[in-house]
């Protein structure tokens, strides 16, 4: 089936579940870059698990993509590079978009920065970091907008969140790929 056939209006624990949670697991490969979508709530899960990678040498660069809100009075990708610095990663090695409001932007954004340091066509595999919850969403979004021949690795922490917050992450899901704003996916469910 595919994700833009299922009726929001009957979604129940097990379909959102294997929406948000059947996604692929960091296969471990060396990438060229690490995105790093921004978070409001969950910057710092997500900056620690970027700076591991970096640290293990999966990457030698790490792009931080998020402008959408302000933490005190800098956007959070600014917040998210100050960590990352202050926590052992070379500021020549962080790459920052800090325009995006949303998933769709976060890549178009990210997507410019790429080309305008001039390491776009030299991209093969990029990890990607977010939360789970918001992985698959993630993922559609890249095949959408990215260029085709680009591989990736999904690397997130494994959380769980309330249920409101999951039903209304499949909604609106479902709501993009049906105006066209990401790609559909076909699920076995």
């Known amino acids: ?89 070379k500021l020549d090695d962080v790459l920052v978009e800090d325009e995006s409001l949303n998933t769709t932007e976060n890549v178009l954004c990210s997507l410019l920065v790429l080309h305008r340091a001039k390491i776009l066509p030299n991209i093969k595999r990029i990890l990607v970091v977010s939360n789970q919850l918001h992985i698959r969403r993630c993922m559609l ?10 591989k990736y690795t999904y690397c997130y922490n494994m959380d769980r969140c309330d249920k409101e917050r999951m039903f209304e992450e499949v909604r609106n899901t479902i709501k993009y790929i049906k105006e066209g704003i990401i790609d559909d996916v076909e699920l076995s469910i």
């Open 1 to 89: 089936m595919r994700l833009s056939q299922i009726d929001t209006e009957n979604l129940n624990d097990s379909l959102v579940s294997k929406i948000l949670f059947s996604v692929p697991n960091d296969d471990l490969k060396k990438g060229d870059c690490i995105l790093v979508f921004g978070s409001f709530i969950d910057w710092k899960n997500r900056m620690k698990i970027a700076i591991n990678l970096y640290k293990e040498g999966r990457a030698p660069t790490i792009l931080i993509s998020g402008g959408a809100r302000e933490i005190g009075n800098k956007k959070e990708a600014l917040i998210m590079r100050e960590y990352a610095i202050n926590n052992g990663v």
């Open 141 to 150: 979004t890249l095949s959408k907008y990215m260029p085709r021949d680009i």
